[in-house]
């Protein structure tokens, strides 16, 4: 696979260069946002084949950004991962109930964040 369009979603610049950097050269465009608002916008708009959200975001936060995407008929069923810096259980409870396609935690190991990725863009429906 590869060329598939992911939808940064992460307000610290540092961590979206370094997604960038990885997913590009990995073959795969970006589109990067800083908040959650601009999120649904860029989703409706471009229609990325997966998004990687970070769950602490400036406005709303990752899992209202996440129900919002799930509730649009257009985009419910692009695969949405959270990425977060809390590594908490309950953090990772919470997200796995919102119903998150799947989870990393930061400092982001790139082996998992990669196997994450190719294995919801090979599920069946997807990209």
Do not use: H
Not at 7 to 24: M, P, S, T, Y
Not at 26 to 43: S, W
Not at 75 to 90: L, Q, W, Y
């Amino acid at each position: 696979m590869a060329n598939e369009l992911i939808l940064i979603v992460e307000d610290n610049e540092k961590n979206r260069k370094l997604l960038r950097k990885v997913l590009e050269r990995l073959g795969y465009r970006t589109l990067e946002v800083q908040t959650g608002e601009d999120a649904i916008e860029a989703a409706r708009a471009r229609s990325p084949d997966l998004v990687l959200m970070d769950y602490l975001l400036p406005g709303i936060d990752g899992i209202e950004t996440f129900r919002r995407l799930r509730a649009d008929p257009r985009i419910r069923r692009m695969p949405v991962v959270a990425v977060t810096a809390s590594a908490m259980p309950e953090d990772s409870a919470r997200m796995r109930r919102a119903g998150f396609d799947g989870f990393e935690t930061k400092p982001i190991n790139v082996k998992n964040l990669v196997a994450t990725i190719e294995s919801l863009l090979a599920r069946p429906g997807a990209a």
